[in-house]
């Protein structure tokens, strides 16, 4: 079974930066989309970044020009660079692989649907 987990959560202060990890254990098919999603205590979970099996990127309008996915070459570690960080980026971080889905429908997707596997999580506090 495919098992993801995150890493490099922590408390900064806004206008800092922090970087998430996210490790993949293998792809059982071709065609996928990694992603980030986040929940703040009391908020509905929020879709923040998609990277597609292409290359595609997508991220919530929230995020844009602040965070940015990436992946490195050999495919095993998905990143999340967030920089500008705010106070209302705080929450629980959530990396996850879908099957069969690129990032503009995975962006697109209710959040409560989830992914097909998701990880444990990892915490982030900004502090204003």
């Known amino acids: 079974e495919v098992q993801l987990s995150e890493s490099g959560g922590g408390s900064v202060q806004a206008g800092g930066s922090l970087r998430l990890s996210c490790t993949v254990s293998?792809?059982?098919?071709?065609?996928?989309?990694l992603g980030w999603l986040r929940q703040a205590p009391g908020q509905e979970r929020e879709g923040v970044a998609f990277l597609d099996s292409r290359g595609d990127t997508r991220y919530a309008d929230s995020v844009k020009g602040r965070f940015t996915i990436s992946r490195d070459d050999a495919k095993i570690t998905l990143y999340l660079q967030m920089n500008s960080l705010k106070p209302e980026d705080s929450g629980m971080y959530y990396c996850?692989?879908?099957?069969?889905?690129?990032?503009?429908?995975?962006?697109?997707?209710?959040?409560?649907?989830?992914?097909?596997?998701w990880g444990q999580g990892t915490l982030v506090n900004i502090s204003s």
């Open positions: 293998e792809y059982t098919y071709n065609t996928y989309c």
């Open positions: 996850g692989i879908v099957w069969g889905m690129n990032a503009r429908q995975a962006l697109g997707r209710d959040p409560d649907y989830g992914m097909d596997h």
